[in-house]
């Protein structure tokens, strides 16, 4: 894996059916190391502070290997680093083989894997498609959020490597699906792994709970 394009943004503000909103997904590419911390990246816009940033949500990364199924889904050939609101555009960044718990060197940082995503409306603003979110979670190749274990610096060309694997392997894909694919048969035993993890985000770690109770239902 490898850092492509390293991405930040200022705030901006968008309205949609009649109402203003402040956002930071707009996220463009940065040419100086990217400083990250515990809480984010210094300098970088995060205006929800309920559903976006902080400590499990600190850093987003996206393969830049989905970006040929996005360009042809949506019509949209010019589509570039940064568009899904993403801080680091990787290569190689499997959500089917990464899982939560593992940990990656980059740059002069230690980042370990906190949740997949969960798109929210303004995806569908930032690519101008309000079908986005809905093709996003049926894509299931969702991105990964990390936590900062170790403060440091990212730039544009750093390998990534992952210097630990958890044990339990539950994948960012699997655990994704098992949440929200109805049919997926394997979700009651992966869900019974994550449930088992505590390095996934608080937030999914309900999601786990609500689904696993749907399971048993």
């Not at 956002?23 to 190391?33: D, M, Q, R, W």
């Not at 869900?191 to 999601?207: G, N, T, Y």
Request: with cysteine.
């Amino acid at each position: 894996m490898r850092v492509l394009s390293t991405n930040i943004s200022q705030p901006r503000s968008i309205e949609l059916q009649g109402k203003q909103f402040d956002t930071g997904i707009f996220k463009t590419p940065h040419s100086n190391a990217l400083s990250l911390h515990s809480h984010g990246i210094k300098d970088d816009a995060v205006c929800d502070l309920k559903n976006h940033g902080g400590q499990h949500k600190a850093v987003y990364g996206f393969s830049f290997e989905h970006y040929d199924y996005w360009r042809k889904t949506l019509g949209k050939p010019t589509l570039s680093a940064g568009a899904f609101g993403e801080n680091l555009t990787m290569s190689s960044l499997d959500e089917a083989d990464i899982c939560i718990g593992d940990q990656l060197h980059i740059g002069s940082a230690i980042l370990e894997v906190s949740q997949p995503r969960v798109p929210c409306f303004k995806l569908g603003v930032a690519l101008g498609d309000p079908r986005a979110p809905a093709l996003f979670t049926r894509h299931q190749h969702t991105g990964v959020y990390f936590r900062v274990i170790a403060p440091g610096e990212v730039c544009n060309g750093d390998e990534a490597e992952i210097v630990h694997r958890h044990s339990a392997a539950v994948s960012v894909r699997n655990l994704f699906r098992a949440c929200f694919d109805r049919s997926f048969k394997e979700a009651p035993a992966i869900l019974s792994a994550a449930a088992r993890v505590p390095q996934l985000a608080p937030e999914w770690q309900e999601k786990v709970r609500a689904a696993l109770a749907r399971n048993l239902g």
